[in-house]
């Protein structure tokens, strides 16, 4: 089956550690996504990739980063400078902007911080 | 201001009410258009596209004008299961963008 896969689904943190989350798509989608949901709040753009090696800084970068390495992987390291980091994660998928098409998620991934 | 701005909600309508929301957005450089429903700690998932033409998906309708820039979804015969949150997005070049959402609860 195509999809996304975000793992892991829950994760804990001592503050002041980097963490990684991971996501993985095997729809062959060139563009990838991650967004930070807060309770009672829409979808944040924290970065997103349009193609391998290249990514763009959303509207709440500071303190996270992403690499795209492979066509299907987009990691987001969410780093010890970001200071609020206890949210629900979602990364997306989406074909090139030309074929019109909607983003797809994965299941996400609720980090929190202690 | 936000790229793209929702009514706050929550709306809390009785079974087989009709009910619209609105969605604004400040870009005109802006393409695509969707409706999402996000359940209760899910993620979210693809309710509608929007066309200028308009567009209808058996109970659900939504509408876009593009001069207003200015999108709409409507919802006949509500039902209990229609419970949820519905996020309008916004597309413009490979940039998906989500509006706060609104939330709706139908009641018996």
């Known amino acids: 089956d195509g999809g996304i896969t975000q793992s892991p689904k829950y994760l804990f943190r001592k503050e002041g550690q980097n963490v990684t989350l991971s996501c993985e798509q095997n729809l062959n989608h060139d563009a990838m996504y991650w967004y930070r949901q807060d309770p009672g709040q829409g979808l944040r753009l924290i970065y997103y990739?349009?193609?391998?090696?290249?990514?763009q800084k959303g509207d709440i970068a500071e303190g996270y980063s992403v690499s795209r390495e492979k066509k299907e992987s987009f990691p987001l390291t969410v780093t010890s400078a970001q200071k609020n980091p206890t949210a629900f994660y979602l990364c997306a998928s989406s074909s090139p902007f030309s074929q019109n098409t909607e983003a797809f998620f994965g299941q996400g991934t609720r980090l929190t911080v202690v | 201001r936000k790229e793209v701005e929702q009514d706050p909600g929550p709306f809390n309508v009785p079974e087989g009410a009709t009910v619209a929301f609105n969605c604004t957005y400040s870009n005109s450089a802006s393409q695509s258009f969707f409706w999402y429903r996000q359940d209760c700690r899910k993620e979210p998932k693809l309710l509608m596209s929007?066309?200028?033409s308009g567009n209808e998906d058996g109970r659900f309708t939504a509408q876009l004008n593009r001069a207003s820039q200015y999108i709409s979804l409507l919802i006949r015969d509500s039902k209990l299961s229609d419970s949820a949150t519905y996020l309008c997005v916004v597309r413009r070049a490979s940039k998906i963008i989500f509006g706060s959402g609104t939330r709706l609860s139908i009641r018996p």
């Open positions: 929007v066309y200028s």
């Open positions: 990739s349009q193609i391998v090696n290249d990514f």
